[in-house]
């Protein structure tokens, strides 16, 4: 069986952590085995490998979130890039097609598709594993996990099976085909589909890779990874629920009645969070179910309060009765701001200040920290000049195709157009000051990532 785990989207609803440059699957506030935080994709990935199923795994994704996968499962991960972000149908054509005209997976192999961010245990792969068997056995287009209620949920979309129920007693393996779907009912109807028997969507599904390669053919899209990527704008921006599971004729169901939970607000992530300070500060011991989530290097205190959530980041702040923390999302949804903090494959960086003046020139000063062994690429930029100040660390910088060393209280003047790059030696840590007529992170261009390769290529031996 092969794995395409999505990873897409940005969003605000854990403000001010999430933005367009990290949503949720990255935040690092969960504990890990050996005490460590971790993300959700961190975990998920980890869980993965534990069953056996990563090395089989790709990661559909934008090429906004090409970086932070990279920093946080390393470089071995196989990603499959949108250029371009989309919905899930285009983004899981696109993975398909590289499955088959890249890797060569033949037809008859099962494709499992689930969200690079479910909060579950170990029994969920242990259901997600049986699927090939299921759809061999059922002989179904297509093959849902659904996760069995524990309550009339209102967040969750519903699976209505048919009345009828296929068991074998030598077969512990059971299945329910599928009558229909319902998005996210009231509490009422929930309840009522409950008594009959409906299953919460958890967007975990699988087919055989025949079954899209030859929809795709007759919907006249390309089925070469290459092509595909050509023609991936023209591709209907919808999502794979109603251009693929909704059409399908044989449609089955998996129960699966483990543990299971979306943690997509502020009073369901903190639900599972092990300690209640995250960074810098303190609760005091009268204040019950309070969470601190500080990610600047400012103490903060909350005294007496209960039941409710503080989030500090280079984004803003926020203070919010947990219940309410969902609400957010309508309080910024005109808001408009630069992502303040980036992790990156060599590294993060955290914006310090930015301000324009009346002339219209900017400046913006990061913090910027390179981890040990890691580079920037080789790059210059079109709009702006920079000015280093190493803080912390040694390195070797390129500049211009000469290579020296810097450490603390050095300083590098990088005017546009000039080619740099830099490798931490150890921890290296960097303020920068951008100076320029438009500060945006597209001002780039990268001409070599890998460090020996810029070296042997780009640096004047005296």
């Known amino acids: 069986m092969r794995s395409i785990l999505l990873s ?60 932070i996968l990279t920093s946080q499962l390393g470089e071995e991960v196989q990603l499959v890039v949108e250029p371009e972000r ?25 494709v499992a598709v689930l969200p690079v961010d479910p909060f579950v245990e170990k029994d969920f792969f242990e259901t997600l594993s049986i699927l090939p068997e299921v759809i061999e056995k059922s002989g179904a287009d297509l093959a849902l996990m659904g996760v069995v209620p524990t309550y009339p949920s209102e967040k969750y979309g519903y699976i209505i099976p048919e009345y009828e129920r296929v068991s074998s007693s030598t077969d512990p393996k059971e299945y329910v085909h599928v009558a229909k779907f319902q998005e996210k009912p009231c509490e009422s109807d ?29 919907m006249e899209l390309p089925i070469q990874y290459d092509e595909m990527l050509k023609q991936y704008g023209r591709l209907q921006n ?13 449609i089955i169901a998996v129960p699966y009645s483990g543990f299971w939970k979306d943690l997509g607000t502020w009073n369901t992530l903190t639900e599972e969070m092990d300690t209640t300070v995250v960074g810098k500060g303190w609760i005091t011991a009268d204040a019950r179910n309070t969470h601190l989530v500080n990610e600047l290097n400012i103490p903060v205190a909350i005294l007496g309060l209960s039941d409710v959530v503080v989030a500090v980041s280079p984004d803003g702040i926020l203070v919010s009765d947990k219940e309410s923390s969902p609400r957010i999302k309508e309080v910024l949804k005109n808001e408009e701001q630069r992502p303040m903090y980036e992790e990156r494959r060599w590294g ?8 324009r003046n009346e002339a219209g020139g900017e400046v913006l000063t990061k913090r910027i920290r390179i981890t040990a062994g890691k580079n920037l690429s080789y790059q210059y930029h079109l709009l702006r000049n920079e000015v280093w100040t190493v803080v912390s660390g040694e390195g070797e910088l390129i500049l211009n195709g000469q290579i020296r060393k810097i450490g603390q209280g050095d300083t590098v003047v990088i005017d546009k157009s000039m080619l740099h790059s830099v490798l931490a030696m150890t921890e290296l840590e960097i303020i920068e000051v951008q100076i320029g007529s438009q500060l945006i992170e597209e001002d780039i261009v990268r001409v070599s990532m890998e460090w020996k390769d810029i070296v042997q290529t780009y640096v004047r031996h005296a």
């Open 8 to 67: 897409g989207g940005s969003g605000k609803r854990l403000w001010p952590l999430s933005n367009d440059a990290r949503s949720k699957q990255f935040l690092k506030v969960l504990q890990g085995p050996s005490g460590e935080l971790e993300s959700m994709v961190q975990r998920v990935w980890r869980q993965m490998n534990e069953n056996g199923l990563a090395s089989q795994a790709t990661i559909a994704t934008s090429l906004s979130q090409v970086e």
């Open 86 to 110: 989309r919905d899930t149908f285009p983004a899981i054509a696109l993975a398909a097609s590289y499955l088959y005209s890249v890797e060569s997976v033949s037809l008859n192999e099962t």
């Open 190 to 218: 929930a309840a009522l589909m409950i008594e009959q028997n409906a299953l919460w969507n958890c967007g975990v599904f699988a087919f055989k890779l025949g079954y899209l390669i030859n929809l795709l053919i007759e």
């Open 238 to 250: 919808i999502s794979f629920d109603y251009k693929v599971v909704e059409q399908a004729k044989q």
């Open 348 to 355: 993060c960086y955290r914006v310090l200040d930015h301000t």
